[in-house]
């Protein structure tokens, strides 16, 4: 099946998912849109081009809508899109308001479509290994985050273009409040921020310069800061810090290059692990660019789509690490899941990336003699879950037991449960056009 996809916004972001589809086997651009005329890459010349969206919708009927303008438009662009029959990629983010934001999702669950929202850094392999090394310390945390860019000339007057709309505290601030968010996976309960226009060449009602402080129910607390334009400095502009109890975790590559680069905003280079026994480097060759990202991006919708992949990611309550854990009637947990499991020994990955929910009745045994070369992972299923079957697996294989984990009781044979790492979305189930919550990132 080919997917017949409209692409409305033409800037960096439009451009880059606009060729990503292009090249993507398995989709074909029904038309693009934008209200000006745009300088084109050659690939993009030749396919129909409309001033207005919602015309471009009634005639074209995509299969698939990518929305990449200007934030004020999305909300209104996605539910239309939904309503006639389309699955939406909307840029981050995803609307003005909350409660825009939750029309559209509403519109996605009345509708059954799938609907992805821009954020770029949960497609980047980097970033998806900083968010499993800092869950893999345990919180509560302190997250040290900003990025301020020096822009200007024809970056500034992009910024300025944005700024009719967003500030730079929401336009970049998303993905960050984001990263936060899988790595504590617990709810904010307080935010308070602040901003300040620096400049006679923006709108009076709208700041260049802005920053946050943000406290999560688990007690992890938190600041980002984002400035655009000439006057911004590039001494630490790049700062990426996740604090623990047990150590910290750290991008390495920041402040350096041109503040104002896009490529260098995900920009990993490597990890720092520091630890009261150590610091541990982790370096991350590679790395995928902008183009790369937004095709990333882009292959994940349309799979979703073909493949009636369920996009929803339930929230993992954590609690406060002084307050008693809350169970289920009957002192029963229900469900235990494991995300970016890692395991090393010095410098040697003997485990990396480990996704892996164990429902009730479940429990997994990781089996393997310490230090050596024959590890191994099963999964049992017994009545009620009951650990002493892990009992029964270790003197079966003559093996200690390393660490077993009930669904049912929600702790390890030999104490509490391991730390889990990294979120990613589950993908096993779908509720396409089942009218279920079927809305991701």
Not at 43 to 52: A, D, G, N, V
């Amino acid at each position: 099946m080919t997917l017949r996809v409209l692409i409305a916004g033409l800037g960096n972001m439009g451009r880059s998912h606009a060729l990503a589809h292009h090249h993507h086997p398995q989709t074909q651009i029904a038309a693009l849109v934008n209200r000006s005329e745009v300088a084109l890459p050659q690939e993009l010349r030749s396919y129909p081009r409309f001033p207005e969206f919602h015309a471009a919708l009634a005639e074209t009927q995509p299969d698939l809508a990518v929305i990449a303008t200007y934030t004020d438009s999305h909300a209104d662009y996605a539910v239309a899109a939904i309503e006639a029959g389309a699955h939406v990629f909307v840029e981050k983010p995803l609307a003005m308001t909350v409660a825009e934001a939750e029309r559209v999702v509403a519109a996605a669950k009345a509708n059954g479509r799938k609907l992805g929202v821009g954020y770029i850094l949960r497609h980047h392999p980097s970033w998806q290994r900083l968010i499993a090394e800092a869950r893999a310390l345990g919180g509560p945390y302190v997250f040290r985050l900003n990025l301020n860019q020096q822009s200007d000339g024809p970056t500034w007057e992009v910024h300025k273009a944005l700024m009719e709309t967003t500030s730079p505290i929401v336009d970049c601030g998303v993905h960050y409040v984001d990263v936060m968010c899988q790595i504590t996976d617990a709810a904010p309960v307080r935010v308070h921020g602040m901003g300040l226009r620096l400049s006679d060449e923006i709108a009076p009602g709208m700041y260049n310069y802005g920053q946050f402080q943000v406290v999560f129910a688990d007690g992890s607390v938190g600041w980002y800061e984002a400035g655009w334009g000439p006057m911004m400095s590039e001494t630490a502009f790049f700062v990426k810090d996740i604090v623990s109890p047990n150590g910290a975790v750290s991008i390495t590559e920041g402040n350096k290059g041109a503040s104002d680069d896009v490529d260098g905003h995900t920009k990993v280079g490597a990890i720092l692990v520091h630890t009261r026994a150590g610091d541990r480097l982790i370096e991350m060759p590679g790395e995928p660019g902008h183009q790369e990202l937004c095709d990333a991006e882009q292959a994940w919708i349309v799979d979703a789509i073909l493949n009636d992949r369920d996009l929803t990611r339930p929230c993992r309550r954590r609690q406060h690490p002084h307050r008693p854990r809350d169970r289920p009637e009957g002192g029963r947990m229900t469900a235990l899941e494991l995300r970016g499991v890692a395991k090393s020994f010095g410098s040697v990955e003997v485990l990396k990336g480990i996704d892996l929910t164990v429902d009730e009745g479940e429990f997994v045994v990781f089996v393997g003699p310490a230090g050596g070369r024959d590890r191994r992972h099963r999964r049992h299923r017994r009545p009620g879950g009951q650990c002493r079957a892990a009992r029964q697996a270790r003197d079966r294989d003559g093996v200690p037991v390393l660490c077993a984990l009930s669904a049912s009781d929600g702790e390890g044979e030999h104490g509490p449960r391991a730390q889990a790492g990294g979120p990613a979305p589950r993908a096993d189930r779908g509720a396409h056009g089942s009218g279920q919550p079927d809305v991701g990132a």
